[in-house]
C-alpha cells in the first residue's frame, strides 16, 4: 500500500541519491557532464513530484494515503451503513429520524459542534433513537486544511466536548470535512486516537439537487459493505432518504448500523 510515510522515505532516499551523485560522481568526473549540469533540476522535478502526489492523494480519503480511514465494511452479505454530515438541521433531521424510526433502521449523524447550540434537544434525540453520533469539527470551516495539527486538535476536540455534555459521552468517529486528509489531521488524530469514517459512495446530493439522479447514482454503486454519504440539511434530503431506503429493500439490501458493519469502538 502506498502511504505518505513510505514515499516520504523513498523521496529522502532519492534525493540522498541525488546529493551523492552532485557530490561525489560529478565532482570526481563519474558521470557525464549531461548529467551533472541538470542535477538541480532533477532536484527540483523530484521535489515537485513529492509534493503534487502528497497534496493529490490527500483529496483521496479511501487511499489511506495520509492515514488509514473506514471507508467500507468487510463482507460479501449485502449490508450497508448510512452516513449523514454536517448534522444537525433543525427543520430536515426529525424528517430524517422519523423515516429511519419508521422503517427501523439506524444510522450515523456527523454533527458540526457550532450548530449544536439550540440543537441540544435534537442531539439527544438522535442519540436515544439509537443512532450514532460522529465528529465533523467545530465549524466545517472552507480552511479547515491549512489549519496547523493543534488547531485541528482543538477544534475536533472542541466539538467532543460539546457533544459529551449533551449526551454524556464523547464520539471517536470523526469524519474530515470535505473528506481531505493531510499530513497535519493525521497528526492530529493520532493523538486524539480517533477512527476516521470515510465511504465508497459519495452521493454528491449538494451537488446535483434532482433526488432521482442522486438515488440512481448511489443505487448504481452499492456494494456489500458499502458506506453511504449523504446530508441531512437539504430540502431534498428527506425525499432521498425515503427512496433510497425503499431501493435498497428492492435491490436485497439491508441498513445496519456503523459499528455492526465495521467493528469499531463508537465513543470513549
Known sequence: MITFRRVTILFFILLFTINLVHFLGCRLAWFPPLICE??????????????????????FIRSGFHHASHCHGQTKEKICALTFDDSPDAMNTPLILSILNRERI??????IGAKLTGNEALLKEINAAGHLI???????????????????????????????????KAPLLFRPP????????????????????????????????????????ILKRVTPGSIILLHDHLPESPEILEELVAGLKRNGYNVVPLNQLIPIEAYE
Not at 538541480?40 to 483529496?59: C, E, H, N, Q, W
Not at 439506524?106 to 454533527?111: G, L, N, P
Not at 465533523?136 to 489549519?147: I, L
Not at 499530513?183 to 446535483?208: C, E, K, M, Q
Open 134 to 168: 460522529g465528529n465533523h469539527s467545530w465549524n466545517h470551516s472552507v480552511w479547515f486544511d491549512f489549519f496547523p495539527a493543534k488547531k485541528m486538535q482543538r477544534e475536533i476536540s472542541r466539538t467532543s466536548l460539546a457533544v459529551s455534555e449533551i449526551i454524556g
Open 38 to 59: 541538470h542535477i538541480y533540476t532533477y532536484m527540483l522535478i523530484l521535489f515537485g513530484l513529492y509534493i503534487s502526489v502528497s497534496v493529490t492523494m490527500a483529496f
Open 106 to 111: 439506524w444510522a450515523t449523524f456527523f454533527v
Open 178 to 217: 470535505f473528506g481531505v486528509v493531510n499530513p497535519a489531521l493525521h497528526r492530529a488524530i493520532t493523538r486524539l486516537g480517533y477512527h476516521v469514517i470515510g465511504w465508497n459512495v459519495r452521493s454528491y446530493d449538494t451537488v446535483h439537487r434532482d433526488p432521482h439522479k442522486t438515488i440512481a447514482r
